[in-house]
C-alpha cells in the first residue's frame, strides 16, 4: 500500500526484481513437477515412433534429432528462437498465448497479436520439418487454448542435465571420488552462459543469472575435491575454462594461480597474477 512513496527508478527496479523472482519461481515450479503446475496430455499419432531430441541452451541453442540439427544460425528472426526457446524451457506448463503475446512483443504494438503468434507456430514447425526434425508437426502443441512443447517427445535439455547432476553431487558428502565425478560431468554440459543471442530477454535474465550462479558453485566445489586429491592439472584446466566464460569471478583465476605454484609453475602464476591485476 506504500508502493507510491518510493521514486519512480526505485519502483522500476523493485517491479522488475519482483517479476523475475516470480519467473524463477514459476520456472522452478514446473521443473520439479508441481501438482498446481498440472498440464494437458501429450500427443503423438499412435503408429509412429519418434527419437529423442536433445536440446542444448548453454552457450548457444541447438537442437537435434536422429542426426538433423538445427540452430540459431538458420534464420535471423529473433522472434522465431525466442519462442522455441520458451517453449523448450518451460516445456512443463501449458502456457496462454497472452503470455506468449507478452513474451515475444512485449515492447510492440501488433495490430493481431494472436494471428501472428499463430504465424509465428507455423514458422517454427516449418524450419523443424524442412531440417528433417522428427515428429516436427506434432513437436509444439495447441489444444484447448493455450500452447506447449510436446513432451509424448523424449527430449533431453542440457540445463537440466546440469541442474540434475549437481542435485545428485550435492548429496554425495560422504563420497567425495563420486561427488567429484558427478560434479565434473556438471561442468562438461556448461558450455556458456544460458542462450546469450537471447541474453536481453526478460525471462532469460533471471534464469541465465541462476544457472550461472549454479555453474560458479559447482566450479568452486569441484576445484576444492580437486586441491584434496592433489590434482593441480586439472584444477589449471577447468579455471582456465571458467575463466573464459567469467572473466571477473576471482575464485576462478585465484584457483588458477594456485595450480601453477603446486606444480612449480611460479613464473607462470606470476604472468597470470600481473595480467589479471594490471
Keep these: 500500500e506504500n508502493f507510491h512513496v518510493f521514486t ?20 522452478i515450479k514446473a521443473e520439479r513437477g508441481n501438482p ?4 494437458k496430455t501429450p500427443i503423438i499419432p499412435e503408429d509412429e515412433a519418434y527419437p529423442p531430441v536433445q536440446v542444448s541452451m548453454l552457450g548457444g541453442f541447438r537442437l537435434q534429432a536422429n542426426g538433423h540439427e538445427v540452430d540459431e544460425s538458420l534464420n535471423r528472426a529473433r522472434q522465431l528462437w525466442n519462442l522455441l526457446e520458451y517453449l523448450i524451457a518451460f516445456r512443463h506448463r ?8 507478452d513474451v515475444l512483443w512485449h515492447n510492440d504494438e501488433i495490430d493481431n497479436p494472436s494471428s501472428a ?14 531440417h528433417g526434425i522428427p515428429g516436427a508437426k506434432n513437436i509444439i502443441l495447441c489444444q484447448r487454448g493455450t500452447y506447449s512443447w510436446n513432451n509424448a517427445l523424449t527430449t533431453t535439455v542440457d ?9 545428485e553431487a550435492d548429496e554425495k558428502e560422504s563420497q567425495p571420488a563420486e561427488q567429484l565425478d558427478l560434479y565434473m560431468q556438471a561442468l ?3 558450455k556458456g552462459d544460458l542462450l546469450p543471442k537471447s541474453a536481453f530477454e526478460e525471462w532469460v535474465v533471471p534464469l541465465s543469472t541462476y544457472y550461472h550462479s549454479l555453474y560458479v558453485k559447482c566450479v568452486e566445489k569441484t ?3 580437486l586441491m584434496d586429491a592433489g590434482r593441480y592439472q586439472e584444477i589449471a584446466h577447468i579455471a582456465q575454462q571458467a575463466i ?13 594461480i594456485l595450480a601453477q605454484i603446486a606444480m612449480g609453475n611460479q613464473q607462470r602464476a606470476m604472468a597470470h597474477y600481473e595480467h589479471v591485476t594490471s
Excluded at 498446481?36 to 498440464?39: C, D, G, I, P, Y
Design 94 to 101: 501449458d502456457i496462454s498465448p497472452d503470455e506468449l503475446v
Design 159 to 167: 540445463i537440466k542435465e546440469f541442474e540434475r547432476l549437481i542435485r
Design 188 to 190: 562438461s554440459y556448461y
Design 36 to 39: 498446481a503446475m498440472a498440464r
Design 223 to 225: 576445484i576444492r575435491l
Design 117 to 130: 503468434l499463430k504465424n509465428l507456430v507455423y514458422r517454427v514447425r516449418t524450419i523443424l520439418v524442412s
Design 8 to 27: 519512480p527508478d526505485l519502483r522500476f527496479f523493485l517491479k522488475k526484481f519482483i517479476k523475475f523472482a516470480i519467473i524463477i519461481l514459476v520456472y
Design 244 to 256: 573464459v566464460i567469467d572473466q571477473f569471478e576471482e575464485s576462478f583465476h585465484e584457483a588458477l
